[in-house]
């Protein structure tokens, strides 16, 4: 289809000749028809018709690009983002005179498979190894956190969903150092459950949450959701929140992977203290 479309595309200027070469032909061959005025009338709906066509096939492939163009520009915001999150986090902590590393870059995928009804949910994506991804890398959506990758082909990933109980983020709210542990409860796939938050902690209903930064998958301010609710925790003395998530998993459709330019480096230093 797209190659016809295509073709119609490229040669609408020499079909549109034939068909006014076509049309003079039998008003020639017309000319003392008793009614003209008919064949005039079909000409005008035939070219009407074409055009109308032929912008439909134009506006077609227009469109394509601009998506194409929007994706590279939602990249290149999204890295810039990035950045200035973490010049902001390391300016208390650098000489004025120390360039602040830029350390995350973000590469679209699409999402080829998603689950949302199984107990452990999977997201799979088109870019693997030969696009850079790794295991650990963060997945996130233009709305927010979506998931981590856990397996890489030549071609593929697979992610562990944030809507699965493997996957645990380390959370906060906003504007704050408050910080606590993410998981999905198995519940409903729009909201999870914010643990270990300390009980003198200051939270409000519809507060923001975020990452903290502190996983190699993901860096600081990745929007996570919205405090919905808290439930009562007398037996441990941290806060217990109901989180709804701003990533729509059931739409879920084009992602980002985040590439952390100091992955290896952190994850070997790490390791040789497990």
């Known amino acids: ?72 520009e939602n990249v290149r915001l999204l890295e810039e983002l990035l950045t200035l999150k973490a010049q902001m986090g390391e300016k208390n902590i650098q000489s004025d005179n120390t360039t602040p590393f830029e350390q995350y870059k973000v590469h679209t995928s699409q999402v080829v498979n998603n689950t949302l009804c199984l107990t452990h949910n999977t997201i799979t994506i088109n870019k693997g190894k030969a696009e850079g991804v790794k295991e650990g890398m963060g997945i996130i959506s233009h709305r927010g956190v979506a998931g981590v990758v856990s397996n890489v082909s030549e071609h593929f990933s697979v992610a562990i969903s944030v809507i699965n109980p493997h996957c645990v983020l380390s959370c906060k709210i906003k504007n704050t150092d408050y910080f606590g542990s993410l998981t999905w409860d198995g519940k409903d796939y729009g909201t999870a459950v914010l643990y270990d938050l300390p009980r003198y902690s200051k939270v409000e209903i519809g507060d923001t949450i975020v990452t903290t930064g502190y996983s190699v998958a993901f860096p600081e301010g990745i929007l996570v959701g919205v405090v919905k609710s808290e439930e009562d925790d007398d037996v441990n003395n941290f806060r217990k929140l109901n989180i709804t998530f701003f990533t729509d998993f059931s739409t879920l459709r084009h992602v980002f992977f985040v590439e952390n330019t100091s992955f290896d480096e952190r994850i070997e230093l790490e390791t040789k203290n497990n």
């Open 1 to 72: 289809m797209k190659k016809l479309l295509h073709f119609f595309s490229v040669y609408s200027s020499f079909l549109v000749l034939l068909i006014c070469v076509a049309v003079s032909f039998f008003l020639i061959v017309d000319s003392h028809s008793k009614k003209p005025s008919a064949l005039l009338l079909a000409e005008y709906k035939l070219f009407d018709r074409f055009f109308k066509f032929d912008s439909f096939v134009r506006s077609f492939f227009n469109s394509a690009k601009i998506q194409d163009e929007l994706k590279g």
